[in-house]
């Protein structure tokens, strides 16, 4: 099992930059696929970019291509998000999970994912 505790987020003003970071416990951590999902008032939570176990193989949403980087650091049990340009609608609350699936490389839909964190809340102001 593994805990995750996501930080980071804030009030950004429109074009700014956050970097979230995601922390897990446990030694296994490596063996995870990461991914970062986001939720919206009123919206369903979607998928926004996974990283594969060692951080070769990535996946974005085509709405955050070229804005979003996610990357892992194994050594630190961490992985991050980076947002760069950001616009309002980007705002919600972003989350982490890990899915312990061994037959794929990454995996983009909610129920792949078998940990969650608590998430961080992301406003981006006009």
């Known amino acids: 099992q593994v805990q995750l505790v996501e930080s980071g987020g804030g009030l950004v003003q429109a074009g700014g930059s956050l970097r979230l970071s995601c922390a897990a416990s446990g030694s296994t951590f490596s063996t995870y696929i990461m991914g970062w999902f986001r939720q919206a008032p009123g919206k369903e939570r979607e998928f926004v970019a996974a990283i594969s176990r060692r951080g070769g193989t990535l996946s974005y949403a085509d709405s955050v291509k070229g804005r979003f980087t996610i990357s892992r650091d194994n050594a630190k049990n961490t992985v991050y998000l980076q947002i760069n340009s950001l616009k309002p609608e980007d705002t919600a609350v972003y989350y982490c999970?890990?899915?312990?699936?061994?037959?794929?490389?990454?995996?983009?839909?909610?129920?792949?994912?078998?940990?969650w964190g608590q998430g961080t809340q992301v406003t981006v102001s006009s």
């Open positions: 999970a890990a899915a312990r699936d061994v037959l794929r490389s990454v995996v983009t839909t909610l129920n792949q994912y078998d940990y």
